[in-house]
């Protein structure tokens, strides 16, 4: 257990100097900007003054060594710097937009683990017949497809033709004045004894979840597939068969585990890509999540909003990652990321 | 050859794909002659024909303005496709050079290059893209440079995880013991061993790029009209669902064939090469 400590002090030490990179990275990014940052951003109608102004409040004027040190010593303090486009700071708009979309991943998530995992493990028992080819064919087209596709087809299929779902947005129009508490409505409805608000948010959740969730579902089957079979080559799963236990029980206690551990880092990249694979699928479903804050901005050059962004998405997407190899490290004591030790 | 082509034979999925992907290959490249309307590829107006859902003339109907949606989906293909070759011909020389030598040079190499690239991989791929889309012109060009920035660290990690197991290979020590310079090492008897894995990396990525430029143009920040491009059409019809379906449905499925059909010859080259060993 210790070791799993100092191994996650020592991960996220390091995740922290990659921190700084991306910051460093998506900063310099966004002060390339071809012209004046400050005239793109306020527009051709913008006076001389409102320019040179938002120029001194960006020390656009400074070295930009000396913006980066400013930007980061406001950054330790929470301050992200105003939007342009919504004229209120950054880490207030991310902070109300950001519960939509990681609901919406969440949920995804789970669908990809709760479905991703048991089709793989259908198609490694099955290996060579039907169900084995018809996992990996339906594996396949969820990954080969963006999300934005998916949702578009989902939509027509069980919410035009159909009707069992919404259309759009996160729950009924009635319940627009619930209190928010967290965010996340499943939680804030519950907490606060409302079913009816409860079951409509769940409603609206489902399908645009799942359509984020498809490629993940495909990716996970494949991976599980590939590795239960590798497992099921191994000689304690021969004399398992041998001494007549059945394959169910065989298959649970004795591949499924072995086969978890490598395609669960595989997952964690999945699951962390979803905060990217959110814009799509949000853009479509009308979600009113980090998506559209994210592409206003982008489609605004809004600097501080883009950076504030993207430097969140890229700090949630970093300790997911520091959680995959925690969860890694506790499923097999065997793997050390100690420096010098074997993997 | 005859083990591949006999694992290729017992692999019907595999050939499928391979059928999938030459026909998209020369449905592309031959649009000027396949395409019922090829001047519909630009910017067109057709006021009598607009919106009209899939008949005999138009097979897969019109979009806004009038224009065949085949046509365009052709035409958006052999856009995607270049685009495609383009970013990979960038990004894969890139990171197997820089792979390999953070994998066969280690110490100070290893330790910059390796945390540069940890650096590009902590940002969701879609997001990095659009954030430097986000600080240049949308123009094709541009589209191309952002993916492609993107996407050589994943080639950077590959290859240095193969080089990092090889250097200690005697194939290696041999050459180094008989005074080979370290460019030779590293490209002519390390990269070789790598070439199946790139390989199959690149097949399978070809299908990806066209997904993450799809992805992009969806969103508004990629190929922009008149150009036609698989994401941009699915975004204009997403707004006409469900009246209008064959605007999105169809631009929609173009982009799954395509990706669908990579993935198919990708898997099937990797169990040919044993590339996953």
């Given at each position: 257990?210790?070791?799993?400590?100092?191994?996650?002090?020592?991960?996220?030490?390091?995740?922290l100097?990659?921190?700084?990179?991306?910051?460093?990275?998506?900063?310099?990014?966004?002060?390339?900007?071809?012209?004046?940052?400050?005239?793109?951003?306020?527009?051709?109608?913008?006076?001389?003054e409102?320019?040179?102004?938002?120029?001194?409040?960006l020390?656009?004027?400074?070295?930009?060594?000396?913006?980066?040190?400013?930007?980061?010593?406001?950054?330790?303090?929470?301050?992200l710097?105003?939007?342009?486009?919504?004229?209120?700071?950054?880490?207030?708009?991310?902070?109300?937009?950001?519960?939509?979309?990681?609901?919406?991943?969440?949920?995804?998530g789970?669908?990809?683990v709760?479905?991703?995992?048991?089709?793989?493990?259908?198609?490694?028992?099955?290996?060579?017949?039907?169900?084995?080819?018809?996992v990996?064919?339906?594996?396949?087209?969820?990954?080969?497809?963006?999300?934005?596709?998916?949702?578009?087809?989902?939509?027509l299929?069980?919410?035009?033709?159909?009707g069992?779902?919404?259309?759009?947005?996160?729950?009924?129009?009635?319940?627009?004045?619930?209190?928010?508490?967290?965010?996340?409505?499943?939680?804030?409805?519950?907490?606060?004894?409302?079913?009816?608000?409860?079951?409509?948010?769940?409603?609206?959740?489902?399908?645009?979840?799942?359509?984020?969730?498809?490629?993940?579902?495909?990716?996970?089957?494949?991976?599980?597939?590939?590795?239960?079979?590798?497992?099921?080559?191994?000689?304690?799963?021969?004399?398992?068969?041998?001494?007549?236990?059945?394959?169910?029980?065989?298959?649970?206690?004795?591949?499924?585990?072995?086969?978890?551990?490598?395609?669960?880092?595989?997952?964690?990249?999945?699951?962390?890509?979803?905060?990217?694979?959110?814009?799509?699928?949000e853009?479509?479903?009308?979600?009113?999540?980090?998506?559209?804050?994210?592409?206003?901005?982008?489609?605004?050059?809004?600097?501080?909003?883009?950076?504030?962004?993207?430097l969140?998405?890229?700090?949630?997407?970093i300790?997911?990652?520091?959680?995959?190899?925690?969860?890694?490290?506790?499923?097999?004591?065997?793997?050390?990321?100690?420096p010098?030790?074997?993997? | 050859m005859?083990?591949?082509?006999?694992?290729?034979?017992?692999?019907p999925?595999?050939?499928?794909?391979?059928?999938?992907?030459?026909?998209?290959?020369?449905?592309?490249?031959?649009?000027?002659?396949i395409?019922?309307?090829?001047?519909?590829?630009?910017?067109?107006?057709?006021?009598?024909?607009?919106?009209?859902?899939?008949?005999?003339?138009?097979?897969?109907?019109?979009?806004?303005?009038?224009?065949?949606?085949?046509?365009?989906?052709?035409?958006?293909?052999?856009?995607?496709?270049?685009?495609?070759?383009?970013?990979?011909?960038?990004?894969?020389?890139?990171?197997?050079?820089?792979?390999?030598?953070?994998?066969?040079?280690?110490?100070?190499?290893?330790?910059?290059?390796?945390?540069?690239?940890?650096?590009?991989?902590?940002?969701?791929?879609?997001?990095?893209?659009?954030?430097?889309?986000?600080?240049?012109?949308?123009?094709?060009?541009?589209?191309?440079?952002?993916?492609?920035?993107?996407?050589?660290?994943w080639?950077?990690r590959?290859?240095?995880?193969?080089?990092?197991?090889?250097?200690?290979?005697?194939?290696?020590?041999?050459?180094?013991?008989?005074?080979?310079?370290?460019?030779?090492?590293?490209?002519?008897?390390?990269?070789?061993?790598?070439?199946?894995?790139?390989?199959?990396?690149?097949?399978?990525?070809?299908g990806?790029?066209?997904?993450?430029?799809?992805?992009?143009?969806?969103?508004?920040?990629?190929?922009?009209?008149?150009?036609?491009?698989?994401?941009?059409?699915?975004?204009?019809?997403?707004?006409?669902?469900?009246?209008?379906?064959?605007?999105?449905?169809?631009?929609?499925?173009?982009?799954?064939?395509?990706?669908?059909?990579?993935?198919?010859?990708?898997?099937?080259?990797?169990?040919?090469?044993?590339?996953?060993?």
């Open positions: 257990m210790r070791n799993v400590l100092s191994q996650t002090l020592r991960r996220t030490g390091t995740s100097l990659v921190l700084v990179g991306v910051s460093i990275l998506i900063f310099a990014i966004a002060r390339v900007i071809p012209g004046d940052p400050a005239r793109v951003a306020l527009g051709p109608n913008a006076t001389a409102q320019v040179a102004s938002l120029r001194e409040e020390r656009l004027d400074e070295p930009i060594v000396v913006q980066y040190l400013a930007y980061m010593r406001d950054l330790l303090r929470g301050d710097g105003v939007s342009l486009y919504t004229n209120r700071p950054v880490a207030v708009d991310v902070a109300e937009f950001l519960p939509a979309t990681l609901e919406l991943i969440l949920v995804a789970v669908m990809m709760g479905l991703g995992l048991p089709l793989g493990i259908l198609a490694a028992r099955h290996r060579g017949r039907w169900p084995d080819h018809l990996r064919v339906v594996s396949l087209l969820g990954v080969s497809a963006p999300g934005f596709v998916w949702a578009v087809v989902l939509m299929a069980f919410s035009y033709y159909l069992w779902f919404p259309v759009a947005g996160r729950i009924d129009e009635q319940y627009d004045d619930l209190r928010h508490i967290t965010g996340f409505l499943t939680a804030d409805t519950a907490f606060q004894g409302n079913w009816a608000a409860f079951g409509s948010a769940w409603h609206h959740l489902v399908l645009p979840a799942f359509a984020l969730a498809l490629s993940g579902i495909g990716q996970a089957a494949r991976l599980t597939r590939a590795n239960m079979i590798e497992t099921y080559e191994r000689p304690y799963i021969e004399m398992a068969e041998a001494y007549g236990f059945p394959a169910g029980r065989i298959a649970r206690r004795y591949a499924f585990k072995p086969s978890l551990i490598p395609s669960l880092t595989i997952i964690g990249l999945d699951f962390a890509a979803m905060l990217g694979n959110a814009f799509l699928v853009a479509v479903f009308g979600w009113p999540g980090l998506s559209r804050y994210g592409v206003q901005v982008i489609l605004r050059k809004d600097l501080n909003a883009i950076v504030g962004t993207v969140i998405i890229a700090a949630l997407f300790l997911v990652n520091i959680v995959v190899d925690l969860l890694t490290t506790l499923l097999n004591p065997r793997i050390s990321h100690a010098g030790g074997r993997a | 005859r083990r591949a082509l006999s694992i290729l034979a017992s692999n999925l595999t050939i499928a794909g391979t059928l999938l992907v030459a026909l998209i290959v020369l449905a592309a490249a031959l649009a000027d002659v395409a019922p309307f090829p001047e519909h590829q630009g910017a067109v107006v057709d006021f009598v024909n607009f919106n009209k859902p899939p008949d005999a003339t138009y097979i897969m109907g019109t979009d806004l303005v009038g224009r065949d949606l085949f046509t365009r989906i052709l035409y958006a293909y052999r856009i995607s496709l270049i685009l495609g070759v383009a970013v990979l011909a960038i990004s894969v020389p890139v990171g197997v050079t820089l792979g390999l030598i953070a994998g066969y040079l280690g110490r100070r190499w290893e330790y910059i290059i390796m945390r540069v690239t940890d650096v590009f991989l902590s940002i969701p791929p879609l997001v990095l893209a659009l954030s430097i889309m986000g600080v240049l012109e949308p123009t094709l060009m541009n589209g191309m440079l952002a993916v492609t920035a993107m996407w050589w660290p080639y950077t590959l290859v240095y995880n193969i080089a990092r197991g090889e250097k200690v290979e005697g194939y290696v020590l041999a050459a180094e013991v008989i005074g080979a310079s370290r460019a030779h090492v590293m490209f002519r008897e390390i990269l070789p061993n790598c070439v199946p894995a790139i390989l199959t990396k690149m097949t399978l990525d070809m990806f790029v066209i997904l993450i430029v799809s992805s992009l143009s969806f969103l508004g920040l990629g190929v922009q009209p008149p150009t036609p491009d698989l994401g941009s059409m699915v975004a204009e019809g997403a707004d006409y669902l469900p009246d209008s379906w064959w605007l999105s449905v169809f631009p929609g499925l173009a982009i799954l064939l395509a990706v669908f059909g990579f993935n198919l010859v990708g898997d099937g080259l990797r169990d040919i090469l044993g590339a996953d060993r």
